[in-house]
């Protein structure tokens, strides 16, 4: 499996942006597809995760409103539209694929992680 993310950049506080993870190396049907964060000096938190087959959807707290993820099954891509961003939006962000059961929030329920990419958030 092989995830591959794209998109992120510098962007200024209340402006958007959109982040792509594309997958390839299998059958992605079964799979819940993750986003992630980490910024410098804290630990990797979850964002928001959208199962492939169904499409539902999960959100955290703090970005709920405002991020909307989604899939393309054609593509086999996942992405990030993040909306009204602010300064703590600031992170790497990180696309992961869980082919098991487990509480999606969970860093642990991910088997496959892709390499990231940047978002900046400045004033």
């Known amino acids: 499996v092989q995830l591959q993310a794209s998109g992120g950049g510098l962007v200024q506080a209340g402006g958007s942006l959109r982040v792509s993870c594309a997958a390839s190396?299998?059958?992605?049907?079964?799979?819940?597809m993750g986003w992630f964060r980490q910024a410098p000096g804290k630990e990797r938190e979850f964002v928001a995760a959208?199962?492939?087959?169904?499409?539902?959807?999960y959100y955290a707290s703090s970005v709920k409103g405002r991020f909307t993820v989604s899939r393309d099954n054609a593509k086999n891509t996942v992405y990030l539209q993040m909306n009204s961003l602010k300064l703590e939006d600031t992170a790497v962000y990180y696309c992961?694929?869980?082919?098991?059961?487990?509480?999606?929030?969970?860093?642990?329920?991910?088997?496959?992680w892709g390499q990231g990419t940047q978002v900046t958030v400045s004033s």
């Open positions: 992961a694929a869980a082919n098991q059961g487990g509480y999606v929030p969970d860093v642990g329920t991910y088997s496959y």
């Open positions: 190396g299998r059958t992605f049907s079964s799979y819940t």
């Open positions: 959208i199962t492939w087959r169904v499409g539902s959807t």
